[in-house]
């Protein structure tokens, strides 16, 4: 028999926001808004992503990185989707919160079959800012690299 767990105070509901961010968030990312989805990040939030030497720092860094992405896929005629689950949430000491989750991207091409593009893990630090949840850093291991 499994091990029997029991929420802390809060984590449901924190837990229920952060699924709710990530489906808002991931939705702004496929529709190509890069604005809007980097403003789920801090001022000065950092992305790691496996496929560069350095991380994206900052907003606009973040806008511009998404709106290269865009163009190219829509350039290739695809429409990516982020799917992330297996969401678990840490909230630590310091008041920030882990959150690792699984993503995978899906590929569809125009007129065509989706495929898995990528699974991968998703690390987030969260912090609240006046009063909103926002992403300090990011970072994102891809499975089938070292």
Same mark, same amino acid.
């Given at each position: 028999?499994?091990?029997?767990? /029991?929420?802390?105070?809060?984590?449901?509901? !924190?837990?229920?926001?952060? &699924?709710?961010?990530?489906?808002?968030?991931?939705? !702004?990312? =496929?529709?190509?808004?890069?604005? &809007?989805?980097?403003?789920?990040? /801090? &001022? =000065?939030?950092?992305?790691?992503?496996?496929?560069?030497?350095? #991380? !994206?720092?900052?907003?606009?860094?973040?806008?511009?990185?998404?709106?290269?992405?865009?163009?190219?896929?829509?350039?290739?005629?695809?429409?990516?989707?982020?799917?992330?689950?297996?969401?678990?949430?840490?909230?630590? &000491?310091?008041? /920030?919160?882990?959150?690792?989750?699984?993503?995978? $991207? $899906?590929? /569809? #091409?125009?007129?065509?079959?989706?495929?898995?593009?990528?699974?991968?893990?998703?690390?987030?630090?969260?912090?609240?800012? =006046?009063?909103? !949840?926002? $992403?300090?850093?990011?970072?994102?291991?891809?499975?089938?690299?070292?």
């Amino acid at each position: 028999m499994g091990q029997l767990f /029991t929420a802390p105070a809060g984590l449901v509901e !924190l837990r229920a926001g952060i &699924e709710q961010f990530y489906a808002r968030h991931f939705h !702004l990312l =496929d529709e190509g808004k890069a604005a &809007e989805w980097a403003g789920d990040f /801090t &001022e =000065d939030g950092a992305f790691f992503p496996p496929n560069a030497p350095e #991380p !994206l720092r900052g907003r606009a860094a973040l806008v511009a990185g998404v709106e290269r992405a865009h163009a190219e896929y829509r350039g290739k005629g695809e429409q990516r989707r982020h799917w992330h689950g297996m969401v678990a949430v840490y909230p630590r &000491e310091d008041g /920030t919160v882990l959150v690792r989750c699984y993503a995978q $991207i $899906i590929v /569809t #091409p125009r007129g065509g079959q989706a495929r898995l593009h990528l699974s991968c893990v998703c690390e987030d630090v969260f912090v609240v800012e =006046d009063g909103a !949840l926002l $992403i300090r850093e990011r970072r994102v291991s891809r499975d089938d690299l070292d």
